[in-house]
């Protein structure tokens, strides 16, 4: 990744990283930054007012988090929330299965 010009409000001295460029050279979508607060700052470039700021440990479990699949129900695929056993249908909404339905579970 290349250093990017992004200017969040309140927030200064920072060298961000695009996650994505399209093919006009336009940043688009996370950018994220090495922060003098021991961590990370992530922000999104159509909401500079926006910034968070993780610890390194943070970010590295987020890390952890989404590689080991923890997160993939938030995904537009429909991939099965891990944490509670729901499906995520094609609106995108949680859905319990019929057995869960059925026996008053989760």
């Known amino acids: 990744m290349s250093v990017v010009e992004f200017y969040p409000a309140g927030v200064f ?8 460029v399209d093919g006009e050279g336009e940043v688009r979508g996370l950018v994220l930054a090495e922060s003098g607060r021991d961590g990370v700052a992530i922000a999104h470039v159509d909401q500079p007012n926006a910034v968070v700021f993780a610890t390194r440990a943070e970010f590295a479990r987020l890390r952890e988090l989404l590689l080991g699949g923890e997160f993939d129900h938030l995904l537009p695929t429909g991939s099965p ?26």
């Open 81 to 106: 929330d891990r944490r509670d056993g729901c499906e995520v249908g094609q609106d995108g909404r949680h859905e319990r299965s019929e057995d869960q339905r059925a026996d008053g579970s989760r």
């Open 13 to 20: 001295g920072l060298h961000w990283e695009a996650t994505r």
